[in-house]
Nanobody, 124 residues
Framework: QVQLVESGGGLVQAGGSLRLSCAAS????????MGWFRQAPGKEREFVAAISWSGGSTDYADSVKGRFTISRDNAKNMVYLQMNSLKPEDTAVYYC?????????????????WGQGTQVTVSS
């Protein structure tokens, strides 16, 4: 099993920044990719960004490219999401997820473990 705990959410004005953190524990050796997803009220959970656990390859949703950066610290078993130039439409619960799949996927069903989520609210 892998346990994931997110932190760093909060309320920020449009144009501001936040950094989300995700602490992984347990059988982290089984993880190949880490991802961030978000879910706004009344909407489906959507892909935001992902990173390979060992190699550093990344992928981003078009809506966040150039504004968000995903990174990881293997020594600390941490994954981060730096969010800049935030917009009201970025408001959502953000979830950290871990995938044991051998390739980077952007669909929720490819991720085996999920955190509890952290709320991000961007005011206009």
């Amino acid at each position: 099993q892998v346990q994931l705990v997110e932190s760093g959410g909060g309320l920020v004005q449009a144009g501001g920044s936040l950094r989300l953190s995700c602490a992984a524990s347990g059988r982290t050796f089984s993880i190949h990719y880490m991802g961030w997803f978000r879910q706004a009220p009344g909407k489906e959970r959507e892909f935001v960004a992902a990173i390979s656990w060992s190699g550093g390859s990344t992928d981003y949703a078009d809506s966040v490219k150039g504004r968000f950066t995903i990174s990881r610290d293997n020594a600390k078993n941490m994954v981060y999401l730096q969010m800049n130039s935030l917009k009201p439409e970025d408001t959502a619960v953000y979830y950290c997820a871990a995938s044991q799949a051998p390739l980077l996927f952007t669909t929720t069903r490819r991720y085996n473990y999920w955190g509890q989520g952290t709320q991000v609210t961007v005011s206009s």
